[in-house]
């Protein structure tokens, strides 16, 4: 085929392509979609006039279609999203039809840009778009003047440092987190845990130390795990009567009770928490200490029960789940997630809202200047791009942990021989070798992966050391590489972070370097390895998200401060990065995902759908509403003032969405219906 004139021709020039790259059955569906966007949507936005009578167009009424297309010249497909959100307007479109229509219409867009052919801005007006940044809008400030609970007083920083502990103490609890992490170790009967777990357990025994230290006036020198949780194997009460074991255990008991009972009123008086959730995290670190005291005098797991210093943590733990499950049946919380919860656009869901209202403004923010007079700073520009990459994770894709963002690393050097695959004037990033990395979370740009070959390369999230990989194993993650309105892609971004921004301002023959990228933030975690089969050969690797200035890896709180900072500043909610898991799972059920859709979402995001569904159960009751209350509009009171088309897949939907609701809402929504 000729160069294309018209939709029309594009539209065909487009199927070819689709039956070149995917396999017969995933092409025809990729291409009946895209049909379907075109002749239901797209075309109203474009002028057409001829809603199809029934659920189905007819073969007269496609035929109609396909000759308007044919009246669609070139240069109108610059607007064809534009276009296309109009037609979902003419055509009261359902927010999964906006999803998935939408999105074919993006596809071809994208890869109509891509071709010679496609109608293009002026180069001026290109210039203009990719150079100028919006005011940067700070009216909400830090997240941090926000109040989210009644406390008013401050934290007390009482955990006992690194400095206080005695050599003893050190190495009892460097001996505990070899335990909990250590893929092999004798006598243990559990399975190891991620270091992020350990760390929590870890932080929250040091907690109760340093209350021990600071509060109860135990000197440094007497601080130990032995405190905690004392070590009585049986060779010591051997010789003991069973009425002196008894009385012995029973000391040790109520030793062991008071403290908690002291702690808990600790944290409830002096320190105003209140939550359950706080006390779960001590009793769970006390379990875990436990049971690395008494690891070597059990035989099997069931064993622990039988030691009468578990029957105190036990007791202690099933009172906590007593009232965290009844504080959930009352609904009460320290912090509302709906304080949390991102600002929702009427019509759109919360995903969609996040992405109109703050990840692409801080795209945005990732621009040159103000203006042909302001420009801006080169290491300003850095931290805005590292800002959005953060919240690109977040909600470009399906929201993972944080500390696998936070723990992400890039090598800092090349093997001297290039890859064969690498084109000549390539970008190539590589990964370490496995016994290099180990079990380490890397992010890499690679032209082959998976036995498939990307002829412009990908970059490719690398990811082994996370929560849950013992149960789902490592993951390799595509990401992307999505096209935006003003020209720029995904990609740009990731280069411009890591190796700086050279840019050719308008009419120049020759660039200016904007910004160092990451080296402007002043690195100082680069980290040297050898490989081990090739002891000559060196790789050096540092962290991808570095702290402006200070030079070294983010922390939990630092990273989370982060991202909710910038939310916070655009909308007024410190949307965290937890929270946005709550709204990819909320998105899943809002958009009305297949059983196989979910299972695929869930395991993106490094869960089973059980643990998505209890994510979904927790979002605010506002969102949970929303679906249904817009079928209610459009079903029970827009049908009288315009004619609506149903489907068999409008009503399955809307069964599924009513069986999503708690039992009175769903008998009140059946008392209107019959009324």
Known sequence: ???????STVYELYSRHIQTIYASKKAQRIIQETQSAILRFLLLGLGYE?????????????????????TIPLSQLLKLNQ????????????IASQNTYGGRIQQLSDWG?????????????????NQYCPPIRKGYGRANTKQLTERREQYSAYQLTLKEMSAALLSQMQQWEKFLTAKQWPGRLSKPISNSSAQTYLKHIRLILGWMHHYRGIPLAELSLDLLIPKITDEQIEELTPREKEKF??????HLETLICQYFEFLQKDLGAFSPSTKKFKINALSSLA??????????????????????????????????????????SVVDIEDKWPHVIETKTALSSVRVEIWEPLRLECRVSYDNWHKREGSTIAKSIQRYLAWTFLADMPARRQEESRSLKVALSCPIKRPAEVPAHGLYQPLPPPDVRLKSNYIHKTYVHQSQHYESGVWVLDIQDYKTDTIYGPQSIVIRNHKFHDGNWLYDYFERHLYGWY???DGQQQGEWLTDGRISFEPGDCCYLSHRSQNSEFWSWGYFFIQPLVGMPYNSTEFKDLVRNAAHKLTGVPVTPHIMRYVWATWAYQVALTDSERESLAYAMGHDVKTMLEFYEKCTPDEKRRPIEEVIDEVLFNSFSKPKKSSEQDLEQ??????????????????????
């Not at 085929?1 to 939709?7: A, H």
């Open 249 to 254: 255990w029973q000391q040790h008991k109520y």
């Open 50 to 70: 001829k809603q199809p009578a029934g659920r189905k167009m007819t073969q007269a009424e496609k035929q109609t279609a396909y000759e308007f297309m044919k």
């Open 83 to 94: 276009a296309v959100t109009k037609g979902f307007e003419l055509a009261g479109a359902s």
């Open 291 to 332: 049971k690395f005291q008494y690891h070597t005098e059990i035989a099997h797991l069931n064993d622990y029960n039988h030691i009468p210093i578990f029957q105190v943590i036990n007791k202690y733990s099933c009172a906590v789940r007593q009232e965290i499950k009844q504080w959930e049946q009352q609904g009460r």
């Open 1 to 7: 085929m000729s160069e294309p004139q018209n939709l």
């Open 113 to 129: 840009e891509q071709q010679y052919w496609w109608p293009r801005e002026t180069s001026v007006e290109i210039n203009q778009l």
């Open 503 to 505: 840019f050719y301002d």
């Open 654 to 675: 809307l069964a599924q969405q009513l069986l999503q609701l708690p039992n009175d809402e769903l008998q009140q929504f059946i008392k209107l219906v019959i009324s």
